[in-house]
């Protein structure tokens, strides 16, 4: 019983991770990206809030030392404050279509950083990944032309994204404390840079389809959707097996797309995603099968 409910779970956060491109798109057709990051991350914040009191686990706060908020601090400022400014910008910028699998090369980022930061070995397995995933992000930024870039910002900003999440996911790894309780604190530090920011910038009232779209973001892409998920983990008895599920997620959010936001999928884009995808579950299916 308790796999079936993991898969059914994972399959939920799925498909709820598989709308958030188009959420953006149509968003940011309403409001400026850093507008959108304002309202979401309010949403987020207090969804987590929620969470946090629902499960009796507000008293964590209680316990956190200067050092603490230091790391937390810095934490919120790479996500969620730098990460997704990047990425609003990303999909403002380019079709969604194209900034979801670039984006979605932070695994890749991650082993190459991991080599770097954490000393790990280059061996054959993420060398020959890495170097598929690159080809499939050729392929989704020159649409198929390899020599020809859609957009070189746009692009950046998407591989930026990757960069910036990466980076938070290896700062992450040390502290051991509950996940929903880091994601709280993130949010809290983060949602102050952003709110800052926004009040630096001059704030607007944004019309009510934006604001619908920034709830959206706020609930399915940066808070409930993530819970989800980390109880399909919880409950999972093969965590590799239920893990894969997440790869659909970028060819299921292509259907989304082409319905919701009107954008004619390129075959490029697929096929450039395969390679990405490829290479991603090529440079993590060892240590994912080991963790099953």
Known sequence: MSSRSAYLYA????????????????????????????YSSLISLLVLFLVLLFQGRLGFLKGLSRSDCRHYALLGLLNPFVYYLVLFKAYDILPAQEAQPLNYTWQMVLSALSIFVLKQRMGLRNASAIGISFLGIVMVSSRGFMLHFSDPLGVGLALGSAFVWASFWILNLKDGRNAVEKLFMCFLF?????????????????????????????????????ILWLRALELSEKTAEVSMLIYLAPFISFVIIHIFVGEEILLSTVAGTILIVSGVILGTWKSSARNG
């Open 11 to 38: 399959l939920s956060a799925v498909l709820l991770w598989s709308t958030v491109a188009s959420a953006f798109k149509l968003s940011l057709r309403y409001m400026e990206p850093l507008a959108l990051l304002f």
């Open 190 to 226: 983060g949602s102050a840079y952003i709110g800052a920011l926004f009040l630096l910038m001059g704030p607007y009232a944004p019309p009510i389809e934006g604001l619908m779209g920034a709830a959206y973001v706020g609930l399915f892409e940066m808070g409930l959707t993530f």
